[in-house]
């Protein structure tokens, strides 16, 4: 495999790909090439299915180039005082190009088994950037995106020239005969005068819509408390910290180590790291204040052992709810006071908080997996 044959592979291959290819190119005795190689990262989804366009449609990338050239010289002949028309239908050129290219990009997301109405609408912006980009559009020609910082489109030839293109075009003024003191008619330039406005014809007000409710449970991957069934205040909040605990693993699947430690914003955390914490939280709430216990792991929230995988935060964190969970099975009530001398509490605030602790990270779990790699669904 070449460095260029990288960038055909799912992004959840790039890196495994990348590093064996870099290992290979270092015992040829390839290193500077291999340092280059191991630098490379891994493409978005947006970017990647973008890339996958210009390698299997290629004379549809040039169209988006030709017609973008296009649109700017028309834009320049506006501004020396040509016709407008001419850069309204560049840009209609230009837009019916993009929407080929968003099109060919969605089926590669859902081929893949990704969300194609997730990643539409970074399509349609990494798309704007890079035409106005000759850098961006050649990388994107050769297919070797790997990830497009968008940036402001408010100077864009579709937005600055929105308002001119829209804009009806000037009435021409008519000449008219004026009598002259000797009988003759002098000819002038004056306005139109302007065509009386109709009045609207009044349409009847439509009935307004019925609401109709959702009457189905959403599809999960992770089973929650069943909506029919009656249950108690403690097996009712334990059923939704289950569900919730599940869905946080479930953001885990197929993670490699770049992913697990990846975060969207310096200083946010990664998925790894939520997980870890949540540990934490299990082990410090439940076996430290409620039960007093002692455990034998020091708590280090939000950090991910170095050398860690996926499978060992998981591990880690299932061994902390069953940890949590014979606490919770040999309590008598939630009404119990916890039994440490610090933070005092009671058994419902601690279990009541540890629905709210992870409900609110998996929410964060959702965003930052479908930046990693588009994967969506709890």
């Not at 914490?277 to 082990?283: K, P």
């Not at 908080?353 to 964060?364: F, K």
Request: net charge negative.
């Amino acid at each position: 495999m070449s460095e260029h044959e990288l960038f055909r592979l799912d992004p959840a291959e790039f890196v495994a790909a990348r590093d064996q290819l870099a290992r290979e190119l270092r015992a040829r005795g390839e290193r500077e090439v291999a340092v280059t190689v191991r630098g490379l990262r891994r493409p978005t989804v947006p970017a990647w299915a973008l890339n996958q366009v210009s390698h299997a449609h290629p004379e549809e990338i040039e169209a988006l180039a030709d017609t973008t050239a296009a649109a700017r010289s028309a834009q320049k002949q506006v501004l020396e005082g040509a016709d407008r028309g001419t850069l309204r239908q560049a840009l209609d050129q230009r837009r019916a190009a993009m929407r080929a290219v968003v099109h060919r990009a969605r089926e590669v997301v859902e081929q893949s088994g990704r969300s194609a109405d997730a990643q539409e609408r970074e399509l349609d912006a990494a798309l704007l950037t890079i035409v106005d980009s000759p850098e961006l559009m050649g990388t994107l020609r050769r297919g070797e995106l790997t990830d497009v910082r968008v940036t402001d489109h408010s100077d864009d030839l579709s937005s600055l020239f929105a308002a001119s293109i829209d804009a009806a075009p000037e009435q021409p003024k008519r000449a008219v005969g004026k009598p002259t003191k000797k009988g003759g008619r002098r000819l002038m330039l004056v306005e139109p005068e302007p065509e009386p406005e109709l009045e609207p014809e009044l349409e009847p007000e439509p009935e307004p819509a019925v609401a109709i409710p959702n009457t189905v449970p959403p599809a999960l991957h992770v089973p929650r408390p069943d909506e029919g069934t009656a249950a108690d205040e403690m097996t009712m909040l334990r059923g939704w910290l289950t569900h919730l605990r599940g869905s946080a693993i479930y953001k885990l699947e197929g993670l490699d180590d770049e992913q697990l430690r990846w975060k969207p914003t310096p200083t946010a955390n990664s998925l790894g790291g939520i997980v870890m914490h949540l540990g934490h939280c299990e082990q410090l709430w439940v076996r430290i204040i409620f039960a007093a216990q002692t455990p034998e792991r020091p708590i280090d929230t939000f950090a991910v052992p170095e050398g860690w995988t996926a499978a060992d935060v998981v591990a880690f964190y299932e061994a902390e709810m069953g940890a949590a969970d014979a606490v919770l099975d040999a309590a008598e009530s939630l009404d119990q006071p916890s039994a440490a001398a610090v933070r005092p509490t009671t058994l419902r605030w601690v279990v009541t908080h540890l629905v709210e602790e992870t409900a609110r990270h998996v929410g964060h779990m959702d965003i930052t997996r479908e930046l990693v790699d588009g994967r969506t669904g709890r």
